[in-house]
Structure formats: C-alpha cells, structure tokens
C-alpha cells in the first residue's frame, strides 16, 4: 500500500462554553504552504464558530518568529492582542507566542 501525504491538519481547540471562546490550530507541511489552503480553512471554521456554534471570540497563536503563521489571522481581520513570554519549548529553547483575537461581531464586518 502506498503511504499518501500528510497534507496538514486544522482544529478548533477546547471551547469555553461560558465565555463563549475558543481558538483555532493549524499545521502545513511545506510542500502545500503558499496556496492559501490554511486562510480558506480558517474561514470555514470561522463561518462554522460564530454562525452555528455561536461562539463570541475566537483566537489563534502563532510562534513570533514564524512570519507565514502569523500573516494568517491578519489576512482574516484579526487583531494582535499582545505576547505570551516563553510558551513553547523545543529542544532546549523556548519560544514566545503572539495572540490574536477576533470578535463575532468584527468577524461580520470583514464577511
């Protein structure tokens, strides 16, 4: 049996019912990236947050220095809301992230 590509994968995270608040979560191998795939999923998911799960605000993180991660939330309206300080570990560096957030109602206007 031949093994097919792992192309990527998109979720959306644990969702805070009260709070009405979730985020969004996404992987690209490279030789997908650059075609828009992950900006066209976001949007879908997006739809789905704000139009069935009624969600009031979603969120995606992305590491600081990956340039390509965090043009995604800006390209859909999002706003930075600031930095979370050495959130992520690999190997024995740790990485920032930066957080950007998107209210149902800003979600209206960029539709």
């Not at 990956?66 to 992520?88: C, D, H, T, Y």
């Amino acid at each position: 049996m031949r093994r097919k590509d792992h192309a990527g994968n998109i979720s959306i995270h644990e969702i805070d019912w009260d709070a009405r608040l979730s985020s969004i979560g996404y992987w690209l191998s490279n030789k997908y990236q650059g075609k828009g795939i992950v900006t066209i999923c976001c949007k879908e998911l997006l739809r789905h947050a704000f139009d069935t799960l009624d969600l009031n605000k979603m969120e995606i993180r992305a590491r600081t220095d990956n340039e390509k991660s965090r043009a995604i939330p800006l390209r859909l309206g999002f706003r930075e809301e600031g930095i979370l300080r050495k959130v992520e570990k690999r190997g024995n560096q740790f990485f920032d992230h930066v957080v950007y957030g998107l209210l149902k109602d800003e979600w209206n206007l960029v539709e």
